[in-house]
């Protein structure tokens, strides 16, 4: 493929834009080559500035769980448009769209809204710790949490993929507040519950790990975790950003029938418009000011034309009752298919998938943590992203991110999905003999 537009745009934005992007992850580092600059997107498929048409499975890392330019989210939003784009007052947008997600998140009782994950997760982990006047935070090695200091510790995502989990410019006064576990080892949880017992206001878990790849929890795991917190009188808090609506309509604690004292969302609930949310008991949540003491505030929080297009996304989510099932079923016809021709073509591998999440690591696995899930061959996967690149697919640019399915994804595209990925293992096997 020629991508002579996108390395013309990418030298362009380089001139007044760090890195050629405004999030690291798009800047093709961990695959190598030019990230592709789009202009469009319509339903599982997006087009990039040199009119090469894409199956798309990163979906803006989740959101799009209804694919590109819905119609009925594209009338929200144009609606609402015409009456203006923000007030800094409130409106009864943000009461539909926290109505929608009380009724569907089941730990969710009160939610506020700000404009990004990273603001939700910044915000929990403040509410947390005047909620319970301690100062320790627990997170676990490889999640990602978004990019505020406290969490930038073990970070997943692109802090993984840039070699920065422990970003410089992150105090250590606010570093030794951060607390690191491995993921999936309930002894070095308990150990850290021993150690700095009545200290912990938190403890942050993506419930599935998305920023690791995709990482699920071993059995039981998180109901030990959820047993600590409550022990220990710590709010366990899930990070529920990705996996909210994206592994079942009420996120992984519907699926796996855990309730966590707060809830961060973002992503699907803003339709593709710039959402964030933090929710849960309303004791916990009226701390938040004007009530309680705990200060929260946003400009463009619970912004109209946001709130619209979240509104019109979840209500098709909550009305569309085969969703998941369809979701799961396509999810799996991918993830299986892709494991198959991995052993077809004698390439190390482990998947997964949960809903309509799905990953797979070049490394026979089993991936369970951080440590192990480092183990993948990501010069191989680099050379696998850019030869399904080639061929109209496009997956992560990076190993350490999931990938996504939507509900206007169809067997066909899996087919060519699976076609691509057979020519490209046969291409990349040949030219390394
Ligand atoms: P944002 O601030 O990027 O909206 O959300 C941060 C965040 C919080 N929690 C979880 C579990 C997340 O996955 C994220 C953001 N996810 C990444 C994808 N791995 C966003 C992509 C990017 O950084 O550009």
Known sequence: MNFERSISAFARAKNVIPGGVNSSV???????????????????????????????????????????AHP??????????TRGSSFGAPTEA??????????????????RFTSSGTEATMNAIRLARGYTRRDKIVKFSGCYHGAADGFLIAAGSSALTLGVPNSPGVPKSTASDTLVAPYNDTAALEAIFAQYAGEIAGVIIEPYVGNMGLVLPRDGYLERVRELC????????????????RVARGGVQERAGIMPD??????????????????????????????????????????????????????????????????????????DGLRELFAKHGVPHTTAYAGSMFGFFLHPGPVTDLESAMKSDTALYAKFFHAMLDRGIYFAPSQFEAGFVSSVHTTRDVEVTLAAADASLAEILASAR
């Open 26 to 68: 798009r800047a093709f580092k961990a695959v190598g080559g030019t990230p592709v600059f789009m202009r469009s997107g319509a339903g599982a498929t997006i087009t990039d500035v040199d009119g090469h048409a894409f199956i798309d499975y990163v979906l803006s890392w989740g959101p799009l769980i209804v694919g590109h």
């Open 72 to 81: 009925a989210v594209v009338k929200a939003i144009q609606t609402a448009a």
């Open 262 to 335: 707060l809830t961060t969302l973002g992503k699907v609930i803003g339709g593709g418009l710039p959402v964030g949310a933090f929710g849960g008991r309303d004791e916990i949540m009226a701390y938040l000011t004007p009530e309680g003491p705990v200060f929260h505030a946003g400009t463009l929080s619970g912004n109209p034309l946001a709130m619209a297009a979240g509104i019109a996304t979840l209500k098709l989510v909550r009305d569309d009752a085969t969703l998941y099932d369809r979701l799961e079923v396509l999810t799996k016809l991918l993830t």
């Open 230 to 245: 409550t022990q220990h009188k710590a709010l366990l808090i899930f990070d529920e950003v990705m996996t909210g609506f």
């Open 94 to 111: 943000e009461s539909e769209l926290a109505e929608l997600i009380v009724t569907m998140v089941p730990s969710v009782e009160k939610v």
